[in-house]
């Protein structure tokens, strides 16, 4: 199974972007999948997760009511979308899978496959 993150790039504050990851297999409609961002010096940090069905979304409580992660399962694709970006949201974002754990989807050790990450960088 191969994650591939795109979307990343350069963007001032209050703007947008919007993150895809496209899974090399089906299991992307079948699982669910989240969004993680590290940033320098820093833990790596749940963003965004999504239910195998697309039924339920979750958020960290720093990105709630700016970002919406959605699943097109026709296409095997998750996307975030990112509005009203801030400084502190640059990181690299990565998208993961969660295959055969059932655990939080909060913690990273809980996802069994992991895409390459794209860098998003916000300037004041």
């Known amino acids: 199974v191969q994650l591939q993150a795109s979307g990343g790039g350069l963007v001032q504050a209050g703007g947008s972007l919007r993150l895809s990851c496209a899974a090399s297999?089906?299991?992307?409609?079948?699982?669910?999948m989240g969004w993680f961002r590290q940033a320098p010096g820093k833990e790596r940090e749940f963003v965004a997760a999504i239910s195998w069905n697309g039924g339920s979304t979750y958020y960290g409580d720093s990105v709630k009511g700016r970002f919406t992660i959605s699943r097109d399962d026709a296409k095997n694709t998750v996307a975030l979308q990112m509005n009203s970006l801030k400084p502190e949201d640059s990181a690299v974002y990565y998208c993961a899978a969660q295959l055969f754990n059932s655990g939080s989807y909060y913690i990273p050790k809980n996802y069994d496959y992991w895409g390459q990450g794209t860098q998003v960088t916000v300037s004041s």
């Open positions: 297999e089906r299991p992307g409609s079948r699982y669910p």
